[in-house]
């Protein structure tokens, strides 16, 4: 199985070549990469999926009187309160790249790999994401400074969860 930094060394491997399309079959896994468009680089996995289970019919529904709907009325929209954290859509999103569980620390001894207030930089591990018992060190590939953490440590985090808002 292809870990993350493999598959993105691919991807810049790709990048900086005049390769315009890049398809891959290993042990199962598939990953095909094109460039070109607005989208310079696409990462395509599939897995082998279980046939679908064929839902149970519905029941018949006899017809009834059509029931009057009146729309809710208008709110007032709600006040904006003022807030110290820079906008969020200024910010910067790290997000994990895969399901699995967030750590932020490389061992229970040892201290966070960052916190609010540090700056990183493209290549500074920000965390570590376990899924099926392998280690993936998650890298910023930005720069700035973490604003805020989003995850807490142990916490099973989502493919595309934000896991740290950093300030460019």
């Not at 029931?67 to 807030?83: D, G």
């Not at 570590?128 to 060190?137: D, P, S, Y």
């Amino acid at each position: 199985m292809l870990k993350l930094h493999e598959i993105r060394e691919i991807i810049k491997l790709l990048d900086q070549s005049s390769v315009q399309e890049f398809d891959l079959e290993h042990e199962g896994l598939r990953i095909s990469v094109k460039k070109g468009g607005r989208v310079n680089q696409v990462a395509e996995v599939q897995v082998p999926v279980a046939p679908a289970v064929q839902p149970a019919p519905l029941p018949i529904q006899t017809a009834q009187a059509p029931v009057p709907v009146h729309p809710p009325a208008p709110q007032p929209p709600a006040p904006k309160l003022p807030t110290a954290q820079p906008a969020e859509e200024n910010l910067l999103k790290i997000v994990s790249p895969m399901v699995g569980t967030f750590y932020s620390k490389p061992d229970p001894n040892s201290p966070v790999f960052v916190k609010e207030g540090d700056r990183v930089g493209a290549n500074t591990i920000v965390c570590i994401v376990e899924a099926m018992k392998l280690f993936n060190e998650i890298e910023a590939e930005v720069t700035g400074e973490v604003v805020k953490v989003l995850a807490t440590d142990g916490q099973l985090v989502e493919y595309g969860q934000p896991l740290f808002l950093v300030k460019p």
